[in-house]
């Protein structure tokens, strides 16, 4: 009997195991079949907050025939909030392109002397908030008073 026995437990794992090839896939397939896909993960790229604003003030004189000459204060930069990164800040302070001058810092002060021109002085004004090798920056255009003498806030 013994014989029988074994012959008999060889046959049923030998059906169960062509049993479990065979429907295992079709388990498989109506499992993941019946399951729903999960909505898009949402992927952004990474990018600096942007400066927003700037305050300050531009003080212009003017020596007849002489020169000119400008002084940028910035007194705060304000920017949507950097994560506490140490972002380095530079202000750079040009007039059409030519005089130009650099602070580093959120405040502080600059000047830029120019040979003397009869014309109101206008003065390009663009800060620059950087991390590592990104950078965001913001430009703003500031006059100075008539006949290049005075304050003007910005």
């Known amino acids: ?9 060889r046959a049923v794992s030998l059906a169960l195991a062509v049993l479990c090839l065979v429907l295992a896939p079709q388990v498989a397939h109506a499992v993941f079949a019946a399951r729903q896909a999960p909505a898009g993960t949402p992927v952004s790229v990474a990018r600096m907050a942007p400066v927003t604003a ?3 003030s531009l003080t212009c004189d003017s020596r007849f025939l002489q020169r000119n000459t400008a002084e940028v ?41 120019q040979a003397y021109t009869p014309t109101r002085m ?33």
């Open 1 to 9: 009997m013994k014989r029988s026995t074994d012959t008999w437990r």
């Open 54 to 56: 700037f305050t300050g």
């Open 73 to 113: 204060t910035i007194n705060a930069i304000t920017d949507t909030g950097q994560l506490r990164l140490p972002i380095v800040y530079s202000v750079e302070a040009s007039r059409n392109g030519s005089a130009s001058a650099t602070l580093t810092g959120k405040t502080g002060s600059v000047v830029l002397e």
């Open 122 to 154: 206008a003065i390009d004004i663009t800060v620059t908030a950087s991390y590592r090798s990104w950078s965001t920056s913001m430009t703003r255009s500031v006059s100075c008073p008539f006949l290049n003498l005075g304050t003007t806030n910005f």
